[in-house]
Every structure is written in structure tokens, then in C-alpha cells.
């Protein structure tokens, strides 16, 4: 099956400091890819969309200068986070569809993060 | 607005009793819903998923059924196994692909 690998698994960094957390389709080519985060005990909160050569799509509320999302090819996208705050620390969750394929997302492990 | 969201959000069942998880969403236009299995630190797993052109389908284990009239979505797990433990979320795909999570429910299974 399609795989979604996502890097780091967890991270702690500094208040202040820049994370940046990797998301690759290992063997397929994915064109979209989506970036959730979630807080404990709640759902996946979708933040961006995240296209292929083009500017990321932000939903409602999420600051695009806070979470920067580049996706420079077709197997990888990027978000990070800018000046992190310990009202940051979350977990963050990538999806990816395969280009051309149906409509099923494969999503990544996830990535832990805590700002101390 | 978009919402989907679920009627409980902790569940207990015994080892080998059939489990029933519910979700009801608002958004009739909506064409195409999917279960996701979540462990503890763990990205979402696909489980099943069904269009709106269905209103039953079946799994290895599992069925979800689909009430367009009354907008619910339930996911049924036969003879749950301890291994079943995870927050489950049901998901509605939105405009542009993406999808809309509900609220989740965690299931116990008590062995």
C-alpha cells in the first residue's frame, strides 16, 4: 500500500526557534498533500493544503506566516513552524493523495511537538 | 458550515461483543465518507469507506452503514478484539478533496 513518512517523529525545541517537519510519499507521487494538527483528546483540525508548485491553501484561522508549507516536489512537503510557543506544542499530522488516483488519503505517523 | 461529529465519545466493550460507533454529519451534500482507526501516537488508519450511492458496506469484520435521510454514519466491529482499542474518527470529504474529521470516540475493549 501507498506509504506516508513523516520526519521528525517527535521534537522539542526552544520558545522562539523554527521547527520544520518533513512529509514524504515513499512510493507514490502525490501532487496534494493536507496538514492536520491535533490536540490531545480531540480531532484532526485541518490546517493547509499543501500543492505541488504552487501556494499552499490555509484554512480559516491558521496564520500562513506561522506555518510555512512548501511543496517543492512531487513526494515531499514541508511545514514549518515559525517562532515557536509553547501554545504550538501539538500533534501534527500530514495526509497525501496519490496523483491521479481516487480519493483515499494516506496519512504519516505524525510528528510530537513541544516547545518548552 | 461543514461538521461532522459523533454522539459518544468513549465506548466499552467486551472482548468478542459486536461494537457500534456513531457519527452524524450536516452537510447532505456530501458524496463520500471514510472510518479511521487511531492508535495512541499514531497517524489515522484507513478502515473502510463508502460513497452516499451506498448505504451499507462491508469489511473484513467491519460494516459501516450510511442514512442519508437522517445524515448518520455508523461503523460496526464484529467480535472486537482488544487489538480494536483506538480512538475511531469518521471523516466527510469536503470541497477540493479535503477531509472534515468528527469528533472521534475511544474504544476499551475489556478482555
Known amino acids: 500500500g501507498a506509504v506516508v513518512s513523516q520526519h521528525p517523529s517527535r521534537v522539542i525545541c526552544k520558545s522562539g526557534t523554527s521547527v520544520k517537519i518533513e512529509c514524504r510519499s515513499l512510493?507514490?507521487?502525490?501532487?496534494?498533500m493536507f496538514w492536520y494538527r491535533q490536540f490531545p483528546k480531540q480531532s484532526l483540525m485541518l490546517m493547509a493544503t499543501?500543492?505541488?508548485?504552487?501556494?499552499?491553501?490555509?484554512e480559516q484561522g491558521v496564520e500562513k506566516d506561522k506555518f510555512l508549507i512548501n511543496h517543492a516536489s512531487l513526494t515531499l512537503s514541508t511545514l514549518t513552524v515559525t517562532s515557536a510557543h509553547p501554545e504550538d506544542s501539538s500533534f501534527y499530522i500530514c495526509?497525501?493523495?496519490?496523483?491521479?488516483?481516487?480519493?483515499?488519503?494516506?496519512f504519516g505517523q505524525g510528528t510530537r511537538l513541544t516547545v518548552v | 458550515g461543514e461538521n461532522v461529529g459523533l454522539h459518544l465519545p468513549t465506548l466499552s466493550v467486551q472482548e468478542g461483543d459486536n461494537s457500534i460507533i456513531n457519527c452524524a454529519y450536516s452537510n447532505s451534500a456530501s458524496d463520500y465518507f471514510i472510518w479511521y482507526k487511531q492508535e495512541s501516537g499514531k497517524g489515522p488508519q484507513f478502515i473502510i469507506d463508502?460513497?452516499?450511492?451506498?448505504d451499507k458496506r462491508q469489511g473484513q469484520r467491519v460494516t459501516v452503514l450510511l442514512n442519508k435521510t437522517v445524515k448518520h454514519l455508523s461503523l460496526q466491529i464484529a467480535a472486537t478484539q482488544p487489538g480494536d482499542s483506538a480512538v475511531y474518527f469518521c471523516?466527510?470529504?469536503?470541497?477540493?478533496?479535503?477531509?472534515?474529521f468528527g469528533q472521534g470516540t475511544e474504544l476499551s475493549v475489556k478482555p
Open positions: 495526509s497525501a493523495r496519490i496523483t491521479g488516483g481516487g480519493t483515499e488519503a494516506f
Open positions: 463508502i460513497r452516499s450511492n451506498m
Open positions: 471523516a466527510e470529504k469536503g470541497g477540493g478533496g479535503k477531509l472534515i
Open positions: 499543501s500543492n505541488e508548485g504552487s501556494k499552499a491553501t490555509y
Open positions: 512510493d507514490f507521487q502525490a501532487t496534494t
